[in-house]
């Protein structure tokens, strides 16, 4: 299958690095309920675990603002097949050596990979398209990802209910799957560098107006975290750490759904709204889980999709977008960027930390008093800052 052979099967190649792209994503998350697993094979706590999973920061942050004009000195599918080759190695290695050690330096890699994805996957999608059509690659690119972030935890999960283990055949499956994405990734056309090189870093701004978005995506993607490293823990004490795949599928993908809502509305209005759904949200989630209660998680996970992956995400980025306007915009995206990993990773590590310390209970409280007064914060800096564009 030759996936670009003429102009006249562009979507078919839009689709082939749509799978690229979901593949990619897809092991981010693919270990996410056996952390709880692998902490108790290492005799080690849930602030352990989330040191581990916050060696995915350390991976993304600096591909983003120090490799981002890679793309134009290699081109852009060099960049996706170095991002498979990184997960097929992540992958490996938690399977040759199952543990938190082998966790942390996974999910280093995956962040690399993350990162060199980021920045080429919505260009490299215009080019297959032609350029024909902006949004239709930008929907390409948002639903493939956010697919691929939930979909290894959850397919994880279905088989640890057949057979618990910390090297499930869901890893094995992932293996071939990413193999034949690197395979069809070959195929595609790519396009040429650019004469003109710009400059490989591209330091974070922040136009004024900015900083209030870029702390609701905080806030919003410190939840995400929670929910992927830490809630396996929670709901290990109630035997239903099996389920926690589908968690991580809750707040990953179905935000997707919430998307073209959240496009209908203004970006203040849209971060807003993501903003007063979230700390109920997480509300849900956070009593479900100390109670045992499985649908009150499922529910939350699902509502706290809406806020951090549909309006918050959407609506913050174009909100950055629209007050820094053309001559700033990759600064700015710089910023709301950091912004969001800072989230993902310091208030989960320190959540992990606390629960080692006081348990479950009172962590999980002090992480969502912490989230609403955050969030109270961020909704009056809204209201005050100038109206984007």
Do not use: E
């Not at 209910?161 to 990413?178: D, G, K, R």
């Not at 009150?296 to 996970?301: C, D, I, P, S």
Request: glycine share 10%.
């Amino acid at each position: 299958m030759n996936c670009a052979a003429t102009p006249t099967i562009n979507r078919k190649s839009a689709a082939c690095l749509a799978f690229a792209l979901c593949t990619i994503t897809t092991a981010v998350n693919l270990q996410a309920p056996l952390y709880d697993a692998l902490a108790a094979r290492d005799g080690l706590g849930v602030g352990a675990t989330t040191i581990a999973f916050a060696c995915y920061v350390l991976g993304i942050v600096p591909v983003l603002l120090g490799l981002n004009g890679l793309a134009d000195r290699v081109g852009c599918k060099p960049l996706i097949v170095t991002a498979l080759l990184l997960c097929l190695l992540a992958t490996a290695m938690t399977l040759i050596a199952p543990g938190l050690l082998a966790l942390g330096v996974a999910r280093l890699l995956l962040g690399i990979s993350t990162g060199l994805t980021s920045a080429v996957a919505p260009a490299y999608m215009q080019v297959l398209l032609n350029g024909q059509d902006n949004r239709m690659a930008t929907n390409y690119v948002t639903a493939s990802t956010a697919l691929g972030f939930g979909l290894g935890a959850a397919v994880t999960s279905l088989f640890v209910f057949q057979t618990p283990s910390v090297s499930p055949p869901s890893l094995w499956l992932y293996l071939a799957i990413a193999a034949l994405a690197l395979v069809v990734v070959t195929t595609l056309k790519d396009r040429a560098p650019s004469p003109t090189k710009r400059s490989m870093l591209r330091l974070p701004g922040y136009p004024r107006g900015a900083f209030a978005f870029g702390l609701a995506i905080m806030l919003a993607w410190a939840t995400v975290g929670l929910v992927i490293a830490i809630l396996p823990s929670a709901l290990n004490q109630h035997s239903l750490s099996a389920w926690s795949g589908f968690a991580t599928f809750g707040i990953c993908s179905c935000g997707v759904l919430f998307q073209p809502w959240a496009r209908r509305l203004a970006p203040r209005s849209a971060t807003q709204l993501g903003l007063v759904i979230l700390p109920m949200a997480y509300g849900l989630i956070a009593w479900g889980a100390v109670q045992g209660y499985l649908p009150a998680v499922l529910l939350g996970t699902v509502a706290a999709s809406s806020a951090c992956y549909g309006f918050i995400y959407l609506g913050g980025l174009s909100g950055v977008l629209a007050i820094a306007g053309t001559s700033t915009s990759q600064q700015a995206s710089a910023g709301y960027f950091l912004m969001a990993y800072l989230g993902f990773s310091i208030p989960v590590i320190t959540t992990g930390v606390l629960i080692d310390a006081v348990g479950h209970t009172l962590a999980l409280t002090l992480f969502g008093l912490a989230l609403l007064g955050g969030v109270i914060i961020t909704l009056v800096m809204l209201r005050k800052a100038p109206s984007p564009g």
